[in-house]
T-cell receptor, first 110, second 114 residues
Framework: DAGVTQSPTHLIKTRGQQVTLRCSPKSGHDTVSWYQQALGQGPQFIFQYYEEEERQRGNFPDRFSGHQFPNYSSELNVNALLLGDSALYLC?????????FGQGTRLTVV | AQSVSQHNHHVILSEAASLELGCNYS??????LFWYVQYPGQHLQLLLK??????LVKGIKGFEAEFIKSKFSFNLRKPSVQWSDTAEYFCAVNALEAGYALNFGKGTSLLVTP
């Protein structure tokens, strides 16, 4: 059990649509990061949320946005989906050094 | 450019063979180093991590890694692999200059044959 839960596990969307992915961090963790893992690649950092604020952002366009709630859970929103957004989206929670990952949401854009 | 490089993309070993997976990074300054494993159909799991102190780090399942600062390397080793070690292995770096992000290598796919 990873302790980090993500929903949904799989999702199919049409190009141009919008999608929201959800993450509940491990108990006691207050920091949530999102990563995109394309097929055959390592995870790429999207952004990190701490105290309900975006603390750091990777090289992703503004179509990618997020939110953190007072209970530390988080959402990742992607607008105007492109075929290239198809990937495994990972949520990681941190309560110290090192990160614990959820199982991810497999997003397919058709 | 800042990067994390894993030299071997696909490795095939027989059971009981020794394993060494290479990882090099290009960040300067203080770094925290990690190896993660992703078994088929499962989430990323932390194998081991290095923050400071003894450069030889022992992790779960018999894995260890050695931090060689002069070579900017953090290679993963296991003396004798098992079929259950078949998985994808990722090296990751968290560098002070990069803030809070974990930067991953592209991964090494390990297949252990009986």
């Amino acid at each position: 059990d990873a302790g980090v839960t993500q929903s949904p596990t799989h999702l199919i969307k049409t190009r141009g649509q919008q999608v929201t992915l959800r993450c509940s961090p491990k108990s006691g963790h207050d920091t949530v990061s999102w990563y995109q893992q394309a097929l055959g690649q390592g995870p790429q950092f999207i952004f990190q949320y701490y105290e309900e604020e975006e603390r750091q952002r990777g090289n992703f366009p503004d179509r990618f946005s997020g939110h953190q709630f007072p209970n530390y859970s988080s959402e990742l929103n992607v607008n105007a989906l492109l075929l290239g957004d198809s990937a495994l989206y990972l949520c990681a929670s941190t309560g110290g050094k090192g990160a614990f990952f959820g199982q991810g949401t497999r997003l397919t854009v058709v | 450019a800042q990067s994390v490089s894993q030299h071997n993309h696909h490795v095939i070993l027989s059971e009981a063979a020794s394993l060494e997976l290479g990882c090099n990074y290009s960040y300067g300054g203080t770094v925290n180093l990690f190896w993660y494993v992703q078994y088929p159909g499962q989430h990323l799991q932390l194998l081991l991590k290095y923050f400071s102190g003894d450069p030889l780090v022992k992790g779960i399942k018999g894995f260890e890694a050695e931090f060689i600062k002069s070579k900017f390397s953090f290679n993963l080793r296991k003396p004798s692999v098992q079929w259950s070690d078949t998985a994808e292995y990722f090296c990751a770096v968290n560098a002070l200059e990069a803030g809070y992000a974990l930067n991953f290598g592209k991964g090494t796919s390990l297949l252990v044959t009986p």
